[in-house]
């Protein structure tokens, strides 16, 4: 048994490559979207968050084998909760990461934390797009709602408790985009246009997540961006490509 942290696309085509190459699989999420979308590739899931010792517990009872982390490169938490519980089992940590999108351009500006992308934006004011999610969005909300010549609009999944947390914060309904994406660059371009959006803010999130298009899409409409880094976090082995995984999995993994 492998344990696989999944919840994106690509972890969840990982955890098919994984399955394919002859391991059983457990795969964690947290979203149940995800979980049946797991299911629905005939995969066994385990809904719900997963501290260090519940992970470490479910590594015993499945006597699983290896932990795949491949969540999403910004779960910062999720991941270490992974190598915890990993290393308090003595079963193999193994890292999959996305590989990072290629940014380069006047137009980008690299921060090192949601709150310094804020207070930047706080500075540059005007019409600001939010391609970050829902989980720190009281971090822009805290500084950027409310100030003069700013509106801020939050794109993000359409869920329920995205839609609350809005509520709560107090967005206007205008102001909120709930989709799902993947989005096309031409697809961006349109909601840019519509918005008259003057700031983009997003993470670098990676290929796969589709930080190029966004890019791409600002940069053709000469919209200034603002990129938070990913988290600096030493996961040990690192790879970037499935077949690695495997090899990895081969190699370190005795059953």
Do not use: W
């Not at 869920?159 to 799902?180: S, T």
């Amino acid at each position: 048994m492998v344990i696989v942290l999944a919840g994106t696309s690509d972890a969840r085509e990982l955890a098919l490559c994984i399955r394919q190459a002859g391991y059983d699989v457990l795969a964690t999420v947290v979203t149940e979207h995800a979980a049946d979308q797991l299911r629905a590739s005939g995969l066994a899931v385990h809904l719900g968050r997963l501290p260090a010792e519940q992970l470490a517990e479910l590594i015993r009872a499945k006597k699983a084998k290896a932990v795949v982390d491949a969540s999403h490169p910004f779960a910062e938490e999720a991941s270490k909760n992974a190598m915890q519980a990993a290393a308090a089992t003595g079963v193999p940590y193994i890292r999959y990461e996305r590989q990072a999108a290629e940014l380069n351009s006047r137009l980008v500006t690299f921060v090192d934390s949601y709150e310094e992308a804020a207070e930047l934006a706080a500075q540059k004011r005007g019409v600001i797009m939010l391609t970050t999610g829902s989980k720190t969005l009281h971090i822009f909300a805290d500084k950027l709602l409310g100030l003069p010549d700013t509106r801020v609009i939050a794109r993000m999944l359409p869920r329920k408790d995205n839609m609350e947390k809005c509520e709560q914060l107090k967005f206007p309904q205008e102001n909120i985009v709930a989709m799902q994406g993947p989005f096309t660059k031409e697809l961006d371009m349109a909601l840019f246009r519509h918005f008259g959006v003057t700031l983009l803010i997003t993470k670098e999130s990676g290929k796969v997540g589709f930080v190029d298009e966004k890019i791409a899409a600002a940069q053709e409409l000469g919209i200034e961006t603002i990129v938070i880094r990913r988290p600096s976090i030493e996961y040990g082995a690192v790879f970037f490509e499935f077949p690695d995984i495997i090899r990895a999995l081969q190699r370190m993994v005795q059953f």
